[in-house]
């Protein structure tokens, strides 16, 4: 699949802000699922062309603004060909080593309630199958409800309301595993949804697992399935904050309201794509 992507950010202050420094992961990487045909990103018009490499593998720029700013816009855009890998990933020389995502994080924190809902899921026929009772266990048990958490509801706090958005599904996903002793990460990206006009989109989120001897494979806890063609992947991190693609401080100013604008829309393959899919 083809697609387009143009992710707006806004912040508005209520009064001009000094010091506005912002950490950028908003460049998705080409892999084995995706191929980056292009793509952008601006802050207030003004292009971010100096990216490194971090040790999960994304890229990460710093922007900081040139003096007191009422308005940070920052815009991710351009073209990204997805193929169906089943969920696989292959981790990439250098990246951070899978016992790494057995690190608990607040957001993520061991309770009873979670430790018995990972423990009736964990199967006989090995990590795999567990994975997938899992994916299915929070598909079916936390029902998609946007409004009531925030991006500080914890995976306790969500299972025990029993309803969330992908944030709270994936977090829950996450713990469990990492209770049953298998390294799971927060991933961060868009998920072209055909049900949706191509202007009503939103970030999205899934979480992947280590399996020895397949590498990493990603759940979609909020489809209840594998993640298919229609996902873009951007970053992964230990849970949701350390995934963030946009991360900013201030050291002198008022409050923000922050608003998010994420169109997604699918294009015509080109013929190198539909070859590829077609192996």
Known sequence: MRVSVRHETRYDYEEPVAGAVMRLRLVPP???????????????????????????????????????????VIIAEGEVTTFDTAGVSKP??????????????PLTAHSQAL???ALSVRSEQGTLDSLHRLCK???????????????????????EL???????????????????????????????DP???DDEHDPHAWAEAWVEGIGWIGFDSTLGHCPVEGHVRLTVGLDAFDAAPIRGVVSQGG????SNDVQIAT????????AQTQQ
């Open 137 to 159: 266990l929070v598909h079916e048990q936390i029902s998609y409800k946007a409004g009531l958490t925030s991006v500080k509801t914890t995976a306790a706090e969500a299972l």
């Open 162 to 192: 029993g309803m969330g958005v992908c944030q709270d599904q994936t977090h829950i996903f996450i713990a469990a595993a990492r209770i049953l002793g298998i390294p799971a990460r927060y991933v961060s990206g868009y998920l072209r």
């Open 115 to 117: 430790e018995d809902f």
């Open 30 to 72: 080409s892999n084995a699922g995706q191929s980056v045909l292009n793509w952008r990103v601006t802050v207030n018009d003004q292009p971010i062309e100096r990216w490194i490499t971090s040790g999960f593998g994304d890229k990460e720029a710093l922007w900081r603004a040139p003096g007191r700013v009422s308005e940070v």
């Open 267 to 274: 294009l015509p393959l080109d013929g190198s794509a539909q």
């Open 92 to 105: 990439i020389p250098g990246e951070a080593r899978p016992t790494l995502f057995l690190v608990p994080t």
């Open 195 to 197: 049900e949706r006009p």
């Open 255 to 258: 409050e923000a309201s922050l």
